[in-house]
């Protein structure tokens, strides 16, 4: 049983366009978090989210937390081939435990 | 060095060898976990360590063995392993007992390949 369902799993759009990635869970966690990871490295923290609607904003990435905790979106506004990368939800669970979602593989063409 | 260094980065052995991956923080870090990250699978926690004690190990078979002599170092000793061990190892760390949700910090991760 997954977790965290992250969809789409692969998404390839043009330099300039929109898009919207989800990450969603029947469960709830107590915070949220997404990172990105481009090939050959770990991931690399991108934000952290901890209130239930709450919406932050990193240059042209757009994250929310769901009302009930359960689900995040990330929306990028114009995206630029250095946005290609596979991003990752990890809801906090206790503790130390972080689950991941299997993942959203971007890539944006130029 | 800064951040999290992980060596080597790149490992092909046979089923027969003994082998170990390297972890480091140099973040002040008080807790370090071992990952795996498999094509087409989420990743997967294998074993957390909090102030050199190991606080979780997510049912991982005993041909991995974890070791973490100091709360900035952290091992991977690898023996007998199976094909299907082939994946990227990714150690992370992190700060707990900071209000805040346990941000890690991940090294760049050992491409390991089992023949």
């Known amino acids: 049983t997954q977790l965290l369902e992250q969809s789409p799993q692969f998404l390839s759009i043009q330099e300039g366009e929109n898009l919207t990635v989800y990450c969603n869970s029947s469960s709830v966690f107590s915070s949220l978090q997404w990172y990105r990871q481009e090939p050959g490295e770990g991931p690399v923290l991108l934000v952290t989210v901890v209130t239930g609607g709450e919406v932050k904003k990193l240059k042209r990435l757009t994250f929310q937390f769901g009302d009930a905790r359960k689900d995040s979106s990330l929306h990028i506004t114009a995206a630029q081939p250095g946005d290609t990368g596979l991003y990752l939800c990890a809801g906090a669970r206790g503790a130390q435990k972080l689950v991941f979602g299997q993942g959203t593989r971007l890539t944006i063409n130029p | 060095e800064t951040g999290v260094t992980q060596t080597p980065r790149h490992l092909v052995m046979g089923m027969t060898n003994k082998k170990s991956l390297k972890c480091e923080q140099h973040?002040?870090?008080?807790?370090m976990y071992w990952y795996k990250q498999s094509a087409k699978k989420p990743l997967e926690l294998m074993f957390v360590?909090?102030?050199?004690?190991?606080?979780e190990n997510n049912s991982v078979p005993s041909r991995f063995s974890p070791e973490c002599p100091n709360s900035s170092h952290l091992f991977l000793h690898l023996h007998t392993l199976q094909p299907e061990d082939s994946a990227l190892y990714l150690c992370a760390s992190s700060q707990e007992g900071l209000a805040g949700a346990n941000e890690q910090f991940f090294g760049p991760g050992t491409r390991l390949t089992v023949l």
């Open positions: 360590y909090n102030f050199k004690e190991q606080t």
């Open positions: 973040l002040g870090h008080n807790a």
